[in-house]
């Protein structure tokens, strides 16, 4: 079932988003706004992203770290 969701814009950012939505050659306001969401799903939080660096760190000074030359030895 679908519900209609209103937003309400300063007029610039109103033209701003269908402007944006007609370049990236979307049909119509709401499928760009969908787009957006699911984009948004797959973004890392802050949270998450700091934690990650924390470990890293820690990781690090306890030398569970690789220095390799470039990425292939990584690999």
Do not use: P
Not at 16 to 39: D, H, P, Q, T, W
């Amino acid at each position: 079932m679908r519900q209609v969701l209103s937003l309400s814009f300063a007029e610039k950012t109103t033209k701003e988003v269908k402007s944006l939505a007609k370049r990236r050659g979307f049909a119509s306001l709401s499928s760009y706004i969908k787009y957006l969401v699911e984009l948004d799903k797959d973004l890392i939080s802050e949270t998450d992203l700091l934690d990650s660096i924390k470990e890293a760190r820690r990781e690090y000074r306890e030398g569970k770290s690789i220095k390799a030359k470039s990425i292939a030895e990584l690999l």
